[in-house]
């Protein structure tokens, strides 16, 4: 993503480029990191064994997505942008249109929230809500970020991403694998600079902060966009150094296999940790190791590229926007205990969102994202 300063206009045809070969692995690994934040949500992790602490650290899935939203991105789209062949108003088209068919209708189908975050607000902050969450700008508000739909507070982080992408994709990045691993280096450090400054001043006064602290600067750091973004630039260069390394290098498996192991020793001790630190930056290296694992050809990625996981791994973002208030709804409504099928809970709920995430896959957002296009883009225009 060399210059020039902006994305370079060019004809409409030149945008719909072949795809790049896909990375099935990776796609894997997001029903593993989807399910994983399911439980985290509903389930008591020591029901889980030896896996219970990765359950019970289930909310660094949110910054893996994060990461990898980058990582994804740069791999699809970095190579149309130096030849030129990427418009700004192409790529928001596309992104617009994988992105709002679902959020849309996750905000419909929880539209009875609504009655609960009455109470829970100044009428001011529930018109804002109410306002900023169907144009994705919730993020920016830090007592509105879980407003209506709790997890949906991600997807206005992601949108200011796509709204930074065609430009940061076409600035200057260092051509040296040692340089990229400088820049690397550089973005870890700059994502640790928030939590570290949260922890010296403690703005918020909880002597003991956890996922638990309801503190305006705890959610102001855990859900704001802004802070955020080294994350997201850390996978952008992660991209870019995935390039320089041949997919059946030993090198990624034994990055991956390493790094796979010291993010369970971490989640081990995840209690002990500082809370703060678990967001984004303290893990930024090992999920890169996993990365670059699963985006080459070896093993462990041919486990995470089995077709049962592809197939969740595709739903992955139904998922994860529909788990948290569909759940409340099928147990608000005790649909379960009403159909006898209580007895099987919590998996046969587990099994229902997987279901509702496989067919709004092909009913909401498959259908919606062609209307879009067909709205936005001239004739014949299409991307990834």
């Avoid at 009875?112 to 975050?117: F, K």
Wanted: aromatic letters at 14%; a positive charge; glycine letters at 8%.
């Amino acid at each position: 993503m060399p210059p020039p300063a902006g994305p370079v206009l060019v004809p409409p045809a030149a945008v719909a480029a072949p795809r790049r070969s896909q990375l099935p692995a990776l796609t894997g690994i997001r029903c593993f990191a989807a399910l994983n934040l399911v439980f985290f949500h509903f389930s008591d992790p020591h029901a889980f064994g030896p896996f219970s602490p990765i359950v019970n650290g289930g909310y660094v899935s949110v910054s893996f997505f994060l990461l990898l939203s980058g990582f994804i991105l740069t791999y699809n789209y970095a190579e149309r942008a130096e030849r030129g062949a990427l418009t700004a108003r192409s790529f928001w088209s596309v992104r617009f249109s994988r992105l709002y068919p679902v959020y849309a209708f996750s905000l419909l189908l929880s539209a009875g929230m609504l009655v609960q975050e009455l109470p829970a607000h100044t009428r001011l902050d529930f018109g804002l809500g109410v306002i900023l969450t169907p144009l994705l700008l919730q993020g920016w508000h830090p007592l509105l970020t879980t407003f209506w739909n709790t997890p949906a507070w991600t997807m206005s982080t992601e949108a200011f991403f796509y709204l930074l992408f065609p430009w940061l994709v076409t600035r200057r990045r260092p051509r040296q694998a040692r340089s990229m691993l400088l820049l690397l280096f550089s973005l870890w450090l700059c994502g640790l600079v928030l939590p570290l400054l949260y922890m010296h001043f403690n703005p918020d006064g909880d002597v003991h902060p956890d996922r638990y602290s309801v503190g305006i600067w705890m959610r102001a750091l855990k859900f704001m966009p802004i802070q955020h973004l080294p994350s997201f630039l850390f996978g952008m260069a992660l991209g870019f150094l995935n390039e320089r390394i041949p997919p059946e290098s030993r090198k990624r498996l034994a990055a991956g296999i390493l790094c796979f192991m010291a993010l369970y020793l971490v989640l081990c001790f995840g209690d002990r940790m500082p809370y703060v630190m678990m967001h984004d930056g303290l893990l930024m290296p090992l999920f890169a190791g996993v990365i670059l694992c699963l985006a080459g050809r070896n093993m462990v990625a041919r486990f995470f590229g089995l077709l049962p996981f592809i197939a969740i791994g595709e739903a992955s973002y139904c998922l994860y926007l529909l788990h948290f208030n569909l759940w409340t709804l099928m147990h608000d409504s005790h649909f379960l205990e009403k159909s006898g099928l209580i007895v099987f809970d919590p998996w046969i709920s587990y099994l229902l969102l997987i279901v509702a995430a496989l067919l709004t896959k092909r009913l909401i957002e498959r259908p919606g994202r062609s209307w879009i296009i067909r709205q936005l883009q001239p004739s014949g225009v299409r991307g990834t």
